[in-house]
């Protein structure tokens, strides 16, 4: 079985060069930041030439998630998250919520933001990050869920 809370540092650094990559084709070529969620949560009202590079990134999301499953390790593919349905929803909706206060997700400030020396990309990323640890600490340990 492979757990969530192994460490695969070479994973994680492919995933990361890939991700850095695509937001440097992505400002290269469209001249726009990959952020993530502006991108797919504007798909809805965008017209014209902006709907299509909108789509078409979209969907590359999800063909990528697709092509993973076509061609990772079966054992890859064996992961088991012990987290509520109800509680997966919560957590959803809480990153939902902080990525509209904080005007972008940890794709366009952390990868975008930070790469361009954005203060404004740092901050929102050292908060990001400082919730994170916090929620994590009470929720495994002070709640101990």
Known sequence: MHT?????PWTALGGGMLIGLSALLMLGFNGRIAGVSGIVGNLVTSRGSDLSWRLAFTLGLIGGAYGFIAFAPPDALNI????????MIFAGFVVGLGTKLGSGCTSGHGVCGIGRVSPRSITATAVFMLVAFATVFIIRHVAGV
Do not use: Q
């Open 4 to 8: 969530v809370t192994e460490f695969t």
């Open 80 to 87: 088991h998250v012990e987290v509520s349905l109800p509680m």
